[in-house]
C-alpha cells in the first residue's frame, strides 16, 4: 500500500485555511500539492 505524503492534520490544515477564504492556487503552491 502506497504511504500518504500528506498527515491528517496538515490535510485538515490546508482545508481550514480554504474556509477561511484562501485561495486554491496559492495553497497548492504554499504546501506543495500539485
Known amino acids: ?3 500518504a505524503r500528506f498527515t491528517e ?3 485538515i490544515g490546508v482545508l ?3 474556509e477561511a477564504g ?3 492556487a496559492d495553497l497548492a ?3 506543495g500539492v500539485s
Do not use: S, Y
Request: charged share 55%.
Open 16 to 18: 481550514k485555511e480554504h
Open 22 to 24: 484562501a485561495k486554491t
Open 9 to 11: 492534520e496538515q490535510i
Open 29 to 31: 503552491r504554499r504546501h
Open 1 to 3: 500500500m502506497k504511504r
